[in-house]
């Protein structure tokens, strides 16, 4: 099973909401990953969790704050976002990105984020 | 550093006619490479990817890549296209050293019926 869930599906919020959004994996992976995808554009990734420790930040804002809980879980707290931050929001999960010839990210379906 | 190229926004081809979808790379050691595709409003699905070894790479759903280490490309394929496979489709590298992967910027599928 190479299943990624991420809730919720859809999520509409205001420039001072606070919100959370959540990435679950059972396939024992020990990376997690957040990209940003806006409409026909490839993923941009914004962080990466290895073995539950923050790993990669590609320079994203502060208002986008992740949190890796345990090896199963991944979230994304936003705050303060702002109209051009709507986009779909992927998660992705792999066996050990430090290990790349038998490393394959598996994605979920995404979050479609509005920001009004 | 890596990159990917996808010549095509768009390939149209006929239902039952065979597709090609072209990756070029560019990468400073043997690569990594992937390809995944898109439907409307949902995530990435991996369907193949390229290690090492037989050129020929086959995966999911009757898709198949061949990797030419001359030429740079990785170019998906499939011997008869279905209405169904019209989609958004990615490729991707990954350097031996380099920690995360280089997508394209995709090319979107159209098989008409």
């Known amino acids: 099973d190479t299943e990624v869930t991420q809730t919720p599906k859809h999520l509409v919020m205001g420039m001072t909401n606070k919100k959370s959004l959540k990435c679950e994996q059972h396939?024992?992976?020990?990376?997690m990953y957040w990209y940003k995808q806006k409409a026909k554009k490839p993923p941009e990734l914004m962080f990466v969790y290895s073995y539950e420790k923050l790993s990669i930040n590609e320079s994203v804002p502060s208002r986008f704050s992740p949190e890796c809980p345990n090896s199963s879980l991944l979230n994304l707290h936003l705050h303060a976002l702002q109209p051009e931050d709507s986009a779909l929001y992927l998660c992705?999960?792999?066996?050990?990105?430090?290990?790349?010839?038998?490393?394959?990210?598996?994605f979920g379906p995404g979050t479609r984020l509005t920001v009004l | 550093a890596q990159s990917v190229a996808q010549p095509e926004d768009q390939v149209n081809v006929a239902e039952g006619n065979p597709l090609t979808v072209k990756c070029t790379y560019s990468v400073s050691g043997n690569p990594y490479l992937f390809w995944y595709v898109q439907y409307p409003n949902r995530g990435l699905q991996f369907l193949l990817k390229y290690i090492t070894g037989d050129n020929l790479v086959k995966g999911s759903y009757g898709f198949e890549a061949e990797f030419n280490k001359s030429q740079t490309s990785f170019h998906l394929k499939k011997p008869s296209a279905l209405v169904s496979d019209s989609a958004l489709y990615f490729c991707a590298v990954r350097d031996p050293g380099y920690s995360t992967l280089t997508f394209g910027k995709g090319t979107m599928l159209l098989v008409s019926p």
């Open positions: 396939m024992g992976h020990r990376a």
């Open positions: 992705a999960s792999s066996q050990d990105f430090r290990v790349p010839p038998t490393d394959t990210q598996y």
